[in-house]
């Protein structure tokens, strides 16, 4: 087989659409509720693939409700895809299909890797997947009604991989399935303890949140039995409860409710003189890595044949160090410049587009990251990752950032060497 007709097959492959992971079931309490929607589907798809548009069946299970801060699955089972495979070809398929459900938290669901053989001339009639949603904090009381936004397949052929886009028309699409968020936000939880310390007689105010309004109840335990001391409050509208106790015996944990509570220090009386020992902690930085910059993502050559043409890569990862010793949070961003040939003076209207990721470098770090959805990088701000404010909780870690990145290129341009500077910025 000759080199240029093998890489023909392999593009051939990318353009296989929404191939989606095996079959899991629905797992939870919550009654599902199962809608299909049809939609239009506008394909972009990887030469010599033509590309593609169609109505296509999406049906979409979800739970009926759910708590703000809950992982719930979601099922989603396409019809047929309105691209035709022009080759017969086996491959390893992954599927990324981002939801609008909240105003500006865009929410995507990935299939796992599945071998996928397809027939020339047969559209693709994919398999159902489970993946998992987290419902964003701030629904509480709200119906949250998902609309498709983005359908993204990596379709990969002996290490190599191949880009087929879906976007909805309109986009996003209409509603394929809601859920509605429970008023009381998530299960309630002790935060704090003042003191979180002390001897016989000592005073201790125990707050918490989510908890129904009303009366709340507190206790002490040490090694998980209760010692006996209680005591009594209340909470209020918004579930912030506060609850007094008297630690008259040795304790190492004060809860209210049911809760898993929090450390308490048990000082005993201890006859003699008394020499106080004092540290100072300063806080350390919140920094963004290598200071020299990352090396030059270099996506290679491609030659021009009159359709557009996606090629694939990753970025390197970007370092994030947050020893600020609070419980402060970040966002990271990153925009870029167009792509230019300084010399001739040639632009090239490419676009450029990331699937980010964010991993936990330091396994004693007390806080995870959250990697944002896939989107275009332009030149306003998209959030790729972040980490959410502690509370009364502490935050901080570190971490490394990068992802995939995907240029779309048109079917027509100069024949030069382009250049676009992306930059990664936190805050």
Known sequence: MSTSYRRRILAGAGALTLALGGVAGLTGTAQAATKTTTIFMNCDAPAPQSDGSGNQDFTITLPDTAKAGDTVPVTIDPGPSPLVPAFAVTTLNTTKITFVGVPGQPITVTS??????????VPLDAKPFTANLTIPDGTEGTTLDFRMDLAVTVANLGGMDYVTTCTPQPRPSATVGSIAVEALPKDPVTTKLSPNSGGPNTAVVATGANFPPGAVTCAASLAGVDTG?????????????????????????????????????????????????????????????????????DFGAITINGKKQSVVGAFNAATVQDFRGGTLGWDLTVTRTPFLNSSTGHSLAAGLGIQPSCTVTNPDSPSPCVAGAAGAITDVPLKVASQAAGGDELTGGEFAVGGGAMIQLPAFMFADTYQSVVTFSIA
């Not at 796992?112 to 001339?121: C, I, K, L, Y």
């Open 112 to 121: 796992p890797q599945e071998s996928v053989t397809v027939t020339p001339g």
């Open 229 to 297: 001391d209680t005591g009594t409050g209340t909470a209020d509208a918004s579930g912030a409860a506060s609850c007094s106790l008297t630690v008259t015996k040795k304790a190492d944990n004060i809860r209210i409710g049911s809760t898993a509570g929090k450390p308490f220090s048990y000082l005993a009386p201890v006859e003699g003189v008394p020499h106080p020992v004092d540290i100072e902690v300063l806080p350390g930085p919140l920094a963004l890595g290598p200071t020299a910059g990352l090396p030059t993502l």
